[in-house]
T-cell receptor, first 116, second 113 residues
Framework: AQSVSQHNHHVILSEAASLELGCNYS??????LFWYVQYPGQHLQLLLK??????LVKGIKGVEAEFIKSKFSFNLRKPSVQWSDTAEYFC??????????????FGAGTRLAVHP | NAGVMQNPRHLVRRRGQEARLRCSPM?????VYWYRQLPEEGLKFMVY????????ESGMPKERFSAEFPKEGPSILRIQQVVRGDSAAYFC???????????FGDGTRLSIL
């Protein structure tokens, strides 16, 4: 079955702390991987994507993610969070290759709260 | 530079009524996706459309739900005879091609009384 698992539903950090959000997926075949962020009351915004090549991907807002194929993981990291990073973060996967398309399978999300 | 536009932002319906949700994709985007987000859950794929064609509706309930993306005008997600369980946030996304990243709208929050 195709699925995405985000290990932490709620994370609370103080400003300047480092962030790592876990994401594991189950999917047969080649995948594209994504992290989206949703600020309160706003739409989902794409933080970064992995299609192929360097497994360490840098995105917007100072984040990066590493694709570890052997572990079926795509964890998101940020070295130092700010209060403005408070949001919900979603990991997603889709099938790559000519036969697939961008039907995204989302994890349940991780709500991050950053305290000043 | 308008993004994906969804309307209405909030929709309240009584049980048994019809709900129509609209989505105008970004300019130049011909691929539209609809997702549903139930409380405390992630987004779940419902349907994927290109202009005038439904490509994949595997995530859409077989009854009461339908979607279209006509040659002219927005994509419409239609829910007939709504029930309480239809209460959710419905998000639309669009892309230029099938493997390009999707851009999301602000969603329509549907509440059923």
């Amino acid at each position: 079955a195709q699925s995405v698992s985000q290990h932490n539903h709620h994370v609370i950090l103080s400003e300047a702390a480092s962030l790592e959000l876990g994401c594991n997926y189950s999917y047969g075949g080649t995948v594209n991987l994504f992290w989206y962020v949703q600020y309160p009351g706003q739409h989902l915004q794409l933080l970064l994507k992995y299609f192929s090549g360097d497994p360490l991907v840098k995105g917007i807002k100072g984040v990066e993610a590493e694709f570890i194929k052997s572990k079926f993981s795509f964890n998101l990291r940020k070295p130092s969070v700010q209060w403005s990073d408070t949001a919900e973060y979603f990991c997603a996967v889709s099938g790559a290759g000519s036969g697939g398309y961008n039907k995204l399978i989302f994890g349940a999300g991780t709500r991050l709260a950053v305290h000043p | 530079n308008a993004g994906v536009m969804q309307n209405p932002r909030h929709l309240v319906r009584r049980r048994g009524q019809e709900a129509r949700l609209r989505c105008s994709p970004m300019k130049g985007h011909s691929h539209v996706y609809w997702y549903r987000q139930l409380p405390e859950e992630g987004l779940k794929f419902m349907v994927y459309l290109q202009k005038e064609n439904i490509i994949d509706e595997s995530g859409m309930p077989k009854e009461r739900f339908s979607a279209e993306f006509p040659k002219e005008g927005p994509s419409i997600l239609r829910i007939q005879q709504v029930v309480r369980g239809d209460s959710a946030a419905y998000f639309c996304a669009s892309s230029t091609e099938k493997h390009q990243p999707q851009h999301f709208g602000d969603g329509t929050r549907l509440s059923i009384l």
